[in-house]
Nanobody
Framework: QVQLVESGGGLVQAGDSLRLSCAAS????????MGWFRQAPGQEREFVAW????????YYADSVKGRFTISRDNAKNTVYLRMNSLKPEDTAAYYC?????????????????WGQGTQVTVSS
């Protein structure tokens, strides 16, 4: 069992940066690959980024590639999402998720545990 708690969201202006954090409980954090997803009102949940169990491999959605960076600190049981050059279209609730697949997972059904989400709003 893994419990996830996101933090770091807020209201920012276009071009600003934010860093989201996702703190995990449980001793199995390093045995889980982690993903970030986002969901805007009236839209489906969308894959954002994925990081392998050891943190050496990452994968991004085309819409955030070059602007967002996913990282993790297994000693702190935390995964991060650094978001630079934010755009109004990045506005959404952001969720972290944990799963045991060892390969890149972009579909939400491939994850076992989810956080409650943190809101990011980017004004133009």
């Amino acid at each position: 069992q893994v419990q996830l708690v996101e933090s770091g969201g807020g209201l920012v202006q276009a071009g600003d940066s934010l860093r989201l954090s996702c703190a995990a409980s449980g001793r199995t954090f390093s045995s889980n690959a982690m993903g970030w997803f986002r969901q805007a009102p009236g839209q489906e949940r969308e894959f954002v980024a994925w990081i392998s169990m050891g943190g050496t491999i990452t994968y991004y959605a085309d819409s955030v590639k070059g602007r967002f960076t996913i990282s993790r600190d297994n000693a702190k049981n935390t995964v991060y999402l650094r978001m630079n050059s934010l755009k109004p279209e990045d506005t959404a609730a952001y969720y972290c998720a944990a799963g045991t697949r060892r390969t890149v997972a972009t579909h939400s059904a491939l994850y076992d545990f989810w956080g409650q989400g943190t809101q990011v709003t980017v004004s133009s």
